[in-house]
């Protein structure tokens, strides 16, 4: 076993009795950063986890995120562009084309930006729980 492997061991031995802080591992998981150091990359080509953090090698294959993060960003996206779009209407008046392309684009683009975050978040928050394999024995 080599010096860093041994450290490493250590550490997750040590971190197995902590408390996993759950907001700066959201605020990670936000940032699409590894909910443990901050610094590797949780998702690669968009949406996929990867299997493990490439700075610290925290194991992130048993990430189950599933369709949560899709609910997420269809609750926030429907909570901001629903009274947008009241308070436009009866403000402006706009054409109903025009209403349509510009809030029809409004959502695509921020579910488009939101999608991954939720994925993170959802990843940091399993980890910070101790949920599906991030420390729990099953």
Not at 3 to 30: F, H
Not at 78 to 99: C, D, N, Q, S
Request: with cysteine; charged share 20%; aromatic share 10%.
């Amino acid at each position: 076993m080599t010096e860093s492997s041994a450290a490493l061991s250590a550490d997750i031995k040590t971190d197995s009795q902590e408390d996993r802080p759950t907001w700066p591992a959201v605020l990670r998981g936000w940032r699409c950063k590894c909910p443990n150091c901050g610094e590797g990359k949780v998702l690669h080509s968009y949406l996929k986890v990867n299997d493990e953090c490439s700075n610290c090698g925290l194991n992130l294959s048993n990430a189950r995120a599933d369709d949560g993060p899709a609910y997420l960003t269809i609750l926030l996206v429907g909570h901001i562009m629903a009274p947008l779009m009241h308070v436009v209407y009866f403000a402006w008046r706009p054409e109903p084309l025009v209403t349509f392309t510009v809030f029809s684009l409004g959502c695509l683009l921020s579910s488009l930006f939101l999608l991954p975050r939720m994925k993170g978040i959802v990843v940091a928050y399993q980890w910070a729980r101790r949920m599906h394999g991030f420390g729990k024995e099953d």
